[in-house]
């Protein structure tokens, strides 16, 4: 069988499972991306992208930032990040995913252990299999099985620094880390506690700031700028040392090309307008608690209704994708989840309440949604 046979039937394998993966235009209302607060095309974005190209800002950068890439924009961002977030010092990096593969690749040491939630994101999964610690996984948001596995490897192996991985906001759940327990556990323990804030930032904590925000416990936080922030990129914050050790040694940050300067200069825009106020995570938690009043309404259960992210679990792969085309019909953008992103039997429609949608679209949406499901 040649290549081209085996990868055809490999795709029809997921086609005649209802799991085969189509690039889909976007359709009605975006109940789908991750603009949470609907910056992507806001008119003071606008207005940041004129003010940098009249600056001269490229476009491009051109390079790595450790060869001829690294610009004053770059730089600005960094510490207004850092100053944003409230730590040491910020790096920002092209994207999320390779921020998090390079911190699991390159800080851990050998001698080290990864404790990880069992649901973090497959981009740490990425650099933890990359890299030299041990690693260990905890049930789902469950403390009391994090400590046991702490308790048991330190019993174990005396020396080398914990890091416990977990996700804020999680991606397909919707449901939230129990950060200040886990927070104390890293303190009981010496353990680094890395947080990845993707869904958090922009929505939660004082002015967006996320929810690892004032933690006790030693911290790494990732702020993704493609998701509230509107923009693309990530920005990895915490002790300058952790940021210096990235540089040196993060092979997506040393071998890549460099982030736009351009990309850099609206997310200081946006972490601007964090900062000053205007209402978008106020008007944010408004729409995601509507939302949760409505589709409570309609029967969807509690344990659903946590963040901006809505999952309703339909298990089958085929139902799921029958309901996401019937509310994409209905001039809703849904879109359904299946494995391997989801655990199998758990497919999903992935409701996200973004910025670009209103408390009068999420009444329509709960609506339709009760007749599909």
Same mark, same amino acid.
Not at 93 to 100: C, D, E, P, S
């Given at each position: 069988?040649t290549?081209?046979?085996?990868?055809? +039937?490999?795709?029809?394998v997921?086609?005649?499972?209802?799991?085969r993966?189509?690039?889909?235009?976007?359709?009605?209302? %975006?109940?789908?991306?991750?603009?949470?607060?609907?910056l992507?095309?806001a008119?003071?974005?606008?207005?940041?992208?004129r003010?940098?190209?009249?600056?001269?800002?490229?476009?491009?950068?051109?390079?790595?930032?450790?060869?001829?890439? =690294?610009?004053?924009?770059?730089?600005?961002?960094e510490?207004?990040?850092?100053a944003?977030?409230?730590c040491?010092?910020?790096?920002?990096?092209?994207?999320?995913?390779?921020? =998090?593969?390079?911190?699991?690749?390159?800080?851990?040491?050998?001698?080290?252990?990864?404790?990880?939630?069992?649901?973090?994101?497959?981009?740490?999964?990425?650099?933890?299999?990359?890299?030299?610690?041990?690693?260990?996984?905890?049930?789902? =948001?469950?403390?009391? %099985?994090?400590?046991?596995l702490?308790?048991?490897?330190?019993?174990?192996?005396?020396?080398?620094?914990?890091?416990?991985a977990?996700?804020?906001?999680?991606?397909?759940e919707?449901?939230?880390?129990p950060?200040?327990?886990?927070?104390?556990?890293?303190?009981?323990?010496?353990?680094?506690?890395?947080?990845?804030?993707?869904?958090?930032?922009g929505?939660f904590?004082?002015?967006g700031?996320g929810?690892?925000?004032?933690?006790?416990?030693?911290?790494?936080?990732l702020h993704?700028?493609?998701?509230?922030?509107?923009v693309?990129?990530?920005?990895?914050?915490?002790?300058?040392?952790?940021i210096?050790?990235?540089? =040196?040694?993060?092979?997506?940050?040393?071998?890549a090309?460099?982030?736009?300067?351009f990309?850099?200069?609206?997310?200081?825009?946006?972490?601007?307008?964090?900062?000053?106020?205007?209402?978008?995570?106020?008007a944010a938690?408004?729409?995601m608690?509507?939302?949760?009043?409505?589709?409570?309404?309609?029967?969807?259960p509690?344990?659903?209704?946590?963040?901006?992210i809505i999952?309703?679990?339909?298990?089958?792969?085929?139902?799921?994708m029958?309901a996401?085309?019937?509310?994409?019909?209905?001039?809703?953008?849904?879109?359904?989840?299946?494995p391997?992103?989801?655990?199998?039997g758990?497919?999903?429609?992935?409701? +996200?309440i973004?910025?670009?949608?209103?408390?009068?679209?999420?009444?329509?949406?709960?609506?339709?949604?009760a007749?599909?499901?």
């Amino acid at each position: 069988m040649t290549a081209s046979e085996r990868l055809t +039937s490999m795709l029809d394998v997921l086609d005649a499972r209802h799991r085969r993966r189509f690039l889909a235009p976007r359709r009605g209302l %975006d109940f789908a991306s991750n603009d949470y607060l609907g910056l992507t095309a806001a008119p003071e974005m606008e207005l940041a992208a004129r003010q940098a190209l009249d600056r001269g800002v490229p476009l491009g950068a051109g390079g790595s930032r450790l060869l001829r890439g =690294n610009h004053c924009e770059h730089e600005a961002l960094e510490a207004e990040a850092a100053a944003f977030f409230q730590c040491e010092a910020a790096l920002y990096m092209g994207g999320g995913f390779q921020a =998090n593969q390079a911190i699991f690749a390159s800080l851990p040491a050998a001698d080290d252990l990864v404790l990880h939630d069992a649901l973090v994101h497959a981009s740490a999964h990425e650099g933890l299999r990359i890299g030299r610690a041990a690693t260990r996984s905890f049930a789902h =948001n469950d403390v009391a %099985d994090a400590r046991r596995l702490l308790a048991d490897w330190r019993r174990h192996t005396p020396g080398g620094q914990i890091w416990i991985a977990v996700e804020s906001i999680y991606s397909m759940e919707g449901d939230a880390a129990p950060l200040q327990e886990l927070s104390r556990l890293a303190v009981e323990f010496g353990a680094i506690l890395v947080v990845d804030e993707a869904h958090a930032t922009g929505v939660f904590g004082p002015d967006g700031r996320g929810m690892a925000h004032g933690l006790e416990a030693e911290t790494l936080t990732l702020h993704t700028c493609g998701k509230a922030l509107g923009v693309a990129g990530g920005l990895v914050c915490g002790a300058k040392v952790f940021i210096d050790t990235l540089i =040196n040694r993060a092979r997506p940050f040393i071998f890549a090309t460099a982030p736009a300067p351009f990309s850099a200069a609206l997310v200081r825009a946006s972490l601007k307008l964090l900062e000053d106020g205007g209402g978008r995570v106020a008007a944010a938690r408004a729409r995601m608690r509507h939302a949760h009043d409505r589709l409570r309404s309609i029967g969807l259960p509690e344990t659903a209704l946590n963040s901006q992210i809505i999952p309703v679990v339909l298990h089958e792969d085929a139902a799921t994708m029958k309901a996401a085309a019937a509310l994409q019909d209905a001039g809703f953008d849904v879109r359904g989840i299946r494995p391997p992103t989801v655990p199998r039997g758990t497919s999903r429609l992935r409701i +996200s309440i973004t910025g670009n949608v209103t408390c009068t679209d999420i009444t329509r949406l709960a609506r339709s949604l009760a007749e599909v499901t």
